[in-house]
């Protein structure tokens, strides 16, 4: 039994990554739409096609099927270990993977927007809605990890600190590209 649980684990990890791929990539991709559709309209025509095509397969032939099935892996494993749902680390866990499902959501509501040729976000915002995914996964890596040991002031700290870094990195970017258009 252990090692069935073990290969189950094993799956579900995989899907994690490459359903965190796929949350990485997407709003990347849209940063390209955002700023294709301010290009000229010559370059539109070539550019947006293609930045399209790769939104959708990324969206329907790695992301959702990588969610559902870590989605069910996950299943799986409580199914075999029920008293993993008492425990606060796994309910903490759950309540982080609800936030990223309503992540994941919101990037297909976005992305069915762009395949109608609706742009309602700008690529700062992007920039900004794109780290989402990185606290999202500090937080779920470090609860599962640390377990019990976590301290939860400390952690919540940490992800107040990792967003504040990644709030600098942003504008330490933006100015660098203001400085570098051609980059």
């Given amino acids: 039994m252990l090692e069935l649980y073990n290969n189950i684990k094993a799956l579900?990890?995989?899907?994690v990554i490459t359903w965190f791929a796929g949350l990485f990539y997407l709003p990347r991709l849209f940063i390209y739409i955002i700023e294709a559709k301010e290009r000229p309209e010559d370059a539109q025509k070539h550019l947006l096609p293609q930045?399209?095509?790769?939104?959708r397969r990324l969206l329907n032939i790695i992301t959702w099927p990588s969610a559902i099935l870590a989605t069910l892996f996950a299943v799986v494993l409580l199914v075999i270990n029920p008293p993993l749902l008492g425990l606060l680390w796994m309910q903490m866990k759950?309540?982080?993977v609800v936030l990223l499902w309503l992540y994941h959501l919101?990037?297909?509501?976005?992305?069915?927007?762009?395949?109608?040729?609706?742009?309602t976000h700008s690529s700062k915002f992007m920039r900004i809605f794109n780290e989402v995914a990185t606290l999202l996964l500090f937080a779920i890596i470090?609860?599962?990890?640390?377990?019990t040991s976590f301290s939860w002031i400390?952690?919540?700290?940490?992800?107040?600190l990792l967003s504040i870094l990644?709030?600098?990195?942003?504008?330490?970017?933006?100015k660098y590209r203001e400085n570098h258009p051609d980059k």
């Fill in 154 to 160: 400390y952690g919540f700290i940490g992800i107040i």
């Fill in 94 to 96: 759950l309540g982080f």
């Fill in 12 to 15: 579900h990890l995989i899907f």
């Fill in 106 to 119: 919101k990037i297909h509501k976005i992305a069915k927007a762009y395949f109608r040729g609706e742009i």
């Fill in 166 to 174: 990644l709030m600098i990195g942003i504008k330490a970017y933006k």
């Fill in 51 to 55: 930045l399209l095509l790769m939104t």
């Fill in 142 to 147: 470090f609860i599962v990890i640390l377990k």
